[in-house]
C-alpha cells in the first residue's frame, strides 16, 4: 500500500525524556489520531517530522521520501499547525498570507480567501489583536491552502469553540475523500479522534503502546469489571491496565477473544471501552 | 534563497527603512567628531542588522518560519545576504551624510575629508564586516537572547587579547607602545590613525596591488569562514 509515512526506529533523547524505538505508518489517505498523555513525546514526534528537531536514530520517510535529504521537497507537500501558532504579530491575515504564500508553488489565493471567509478570519486585521482560536484558524487555512498532500497537526482543535471544533473535524474528514491527502493529528481531546480517525498511534512516555486502525482497537479492546478475584495471578497476563476500587476492580486488557473464553458469563462485565477510558487507563493504570 | 530575502524585506522592511531614517537624523549630530561618527555609525548598522533577528526572537518564530519549505544553509545565506546589503546601505549613508546632507543639517564648516578617503570608509566597513562575522555564527548556533552575552564576551576576549598581544610586541621590540600603535587626539578627527604604520608598512612590502589583493582575500576566507561556521552551526539547533 502507498504510505503517507512510515516511521521506524526513532530516537531522541532529552535530559529526563526519551522518546525511544517510535515507529508506526500510515497509508495515504488515511486520518490517524497521535494521542497520549502530556509528556508523552507527541510534539516531539511531529519536530522530527519536521525536522525541527534532530533524531538520533531512526528514519521518517514522508509520500515517499526521506524528510532530511528531501526535506524542501517533502516540505512543500506537507501543511503544519503547529501546538502554538506564532506569526509576525504586526502584519495582517492578509500580509501574512502573502508572505507564506511565497513558499508553496501550489499556493492557492482563491482558495484561501474562500477558507478565510468561511473560517470568520477578518483579512486587514493584525495577527496579535486574533485571539488564540482565530490565530489556530489561521494556521489551519494557511495549511489547507496549497493542496497538502499531508497535513500534520499537533493540538489544532485546542482554542477552538465546540462548533468550529466540529466544522473542522468534519472539513479533515471531506478532505481524505480524495484519496490523496493524509493527515496526521495529535490531540488530547480524544472525542475527535472517535469522530475521525481511521488510526490511532498511542504515546506514553516515549514509547509507542500501541498503533493499529479503529477498528482493529474496538475488536481488541475491552474492559472488564468484577470483584478483586480478577486480581488473581493467573488473570494478570490478560491486563494492560488494572484500576481498582472499593466495589471491585476494572481492568483493560487488548486480548479481547482470550479474554470473553477466560470467564464466564455472569462472573464479570465485559464492555467495549471509549478511547478516552483506554487511553486513561493505560496512561494512570497500574 | 531570494524568496527567504523577499519574506523578510516584506516583513521587516520598514523597520530598515525607519532605521536608515533615523540613522540620518541621529548619527549626523556626532559630524563635530570624525572618530564618534564612525563608531556610531558602524553601531547604528550593526543594530540594524539584529533588527530581523530581533523581531522573529519576539514573536517566536522559529519553529513556524523552520517548518516552511526553505533549506536552513538558505536562510544562513539569506541573513548574509541581507546584513550585506545593510552594510552597503551604511556605507552609502557614511558617505552621503558628510559630504552632503550632514553640511546642510549643521555646519559648512566640518571637517570630514579624512572620513571620505579610501582609509576612512575602510575604517567604517571593516569593524562593521568583522562585527558581523562574529556575530551571525553565534546567533545561528544561540538565538538572539544568548548569542549577545557571547558576543559581549568575545568581545572583550578579543580586547585583551589584542592588547595583550601589542604589549608583547612593543617589549619584544623595545619599542613603547606610542610607537606601535599611536594614539593621540588626532584619532578623534582621523580614526584611522593608530593604524597607519602598521598599513604603510605593509604597503611598503606588498606594493598597493598586493595589500589590496591580500585584503581582499583574507576578507573572502572570513566571509567564508563565518558563513560556513553559521551553516554547520543552524543546521544543528533545535527548535
Do not use: C
Amino acid at each position: 500500500m502507498d504510505e503517507a509515512i512510515v516511521i521506524s526506529g526513532l530516537r531522541k533523547a532529552y535530559p529526563g525524556f526519551l522518546l525511544n524505538d517510535v515507529s508506526f505508518q500510515l497509508p495515504r489517505g488515511y486520518i490517524m489520531g497521535l494521542i497520549g498523555p502530556n509528556g508523552a513525546g507527541k510534539t516531539t514526534v511531529i519536530k522530527l517530522i519536521l525536522n525541527l528537531v534532530r533524531r538520533e536514530a531512526g528514519h521518517i520517510t514522508v509520500l515517499g521520501r526521506d524528510n532530511l535529504r528531501e526535506e524542501t521537497w517533502v516540505k512543500s507537500r506537507l501543511g503544519f499547525v503547529h501546538e502554538t501558532p506564532a506569526f509576525y504579530g504586526y502584519l495582517t491575515v492578509r500580509q501574512t498570507a502573502s508572505l507564506v504564500s511565497r513558499f508553496y508553488p501550489a499556493w492557492d489565493d482563491a482558495r484561501f480567501r474562500e477558507l478565510a471567509g468561511e473560517f470568520g478570519l477578518p483579512l486587514h486585521k493584525r495577527v496579535s489583536r486574533l485571539s488564540r482560536g482565530t490565530v489556530m484558524k489561521l494556521s489551519l487555512a494557511l495549511a489547507l491552502s496549497h493542496s497538502a498532500e499531508f497535513l500534520l497537526l499537533d493540538e489544532p482543535t485546542s482554542g477552538l469553540d465546540p462548533v468550529f471544533r466540529r466544522e473542522l473535524l468534519e472539513r479533515l474528514s471531506a478532505l481524505i475523500q480524495d484519496g490523496r491527502t493524509s493527515i496526521l493529528f495529535s490531540t488530547h481531546i480524544t472525542s475527535d479522534l472517535e469522530r475521525l480517525a481511521d488510526y490511532l498511534t498511542f504515546l506514553r512516555e516515549g514509547q509507542v503502546v500501541f498503533s493499529s486502525s479503529r477498528e482493529e482497537i474496538q475488536d481488541n479492546w475491552l474492559m472488564v469489571k468484577g470483584g478483586n478475584e480478577l486480581l488473581e495471578e493467573r488473570y494478570r497476563p490478560l491486563f494492560q491496565a488494572v484500576r481498582s476500587t472499593a466495589y471491585g476492580i476494572q481492568a483493560l486488557t487488548s486480548r479481547s477473544e482470550e479474554a470473553r473464553r477466560a470467564f464466564a458469563a455472569g462472573q464479570v462485565l465485559l464492555e467495549r471501552p471509549t478511547l478516552d477510558e483506554i487511553v486513561f487507563f493505560l496512561s494512570k493504570g497500574h | 534563497m531570494l524568496r527567504i530575502l523577499i519574506k523578510d524585506f516584506k516583513a521587516v522592511g520598514l523597520f530598515w527603512l525607519l532605521g536608515l531614517f533615523i540613522d540620518v537624523f541621529f548619527v549626523t549630530i556626532f559630524l563635530g567628531s570624525n572618530l564618534a561618527f564612525l563608531l556610531a555609525q558602524v553601531l547604528m548598522i550593526f543594530l540594524l542588522t539584529l533588527v530581523q533577528p530581533a523581531v522573529e526572537d519576539r514573536f517566536g518564530l522559529a519553529s513556524f518560519l523552520n517548518s516552511l519549505p526553505v533549506n536552513r544553509a538558505d536562510v544562513v545565506k539569506a541573513q548574509y545576504v541581507s546584513t550585506g546589503l545593510l552594510v552597503l546601505a551604511g556605507l552609502a549613508l557614511f558617505v552621503a551624510v558628510p559630504s552632503g546632507l550632514g553640511r546642510l543639517i549643521l555646519s559648512p564648516e566640518i571637517k570630514t575629508a579624512a572620513l571620505l578617503t579610501p582609509a576612512g570608509l575602510l575604517s567604517f566597513l571593516l569593524p562593521l564586516i568583522l562585527l558581523e562575522l562574529l556575530f551571525l555564527p553565534l546567533y545561528f548556533r544561540q538565538g538572539l537572547g544568548k548569542s549577545i552575552w557571547y558576543f559581549l564576551a568575545s568581545l572583550i576576549g578579543l580586547a585583551v587579547i589584542l592588547t595583550g598581544g601589542l604589549r608583547i610586541v612593543s617589549g619584544l621590540a623595545e619599542r613603547p607602545m606610542s610607537e606601535i600603535f599611536p594614539v593621540d587626539f588626532g584619532i578623534l578627527t582621523v580614526p584611522y590613525q593608530p593604524f597607519l604604520p602598521l598599513a604603510g608598512r605593509l604597503k611598503a612590502a606588498l606594493g598597493t596591488a598586493g595589500l589590496a589583493l591580500v585584503g581582499m582575500l583574507t576578507l573572502s576566507g572570513l566571509v567564508w569562514l563565518s558563513m560556513s561556521l553559521a551553516i554547520r552551526f543552524y543546521k544543528r539547533r533545535e527548535f
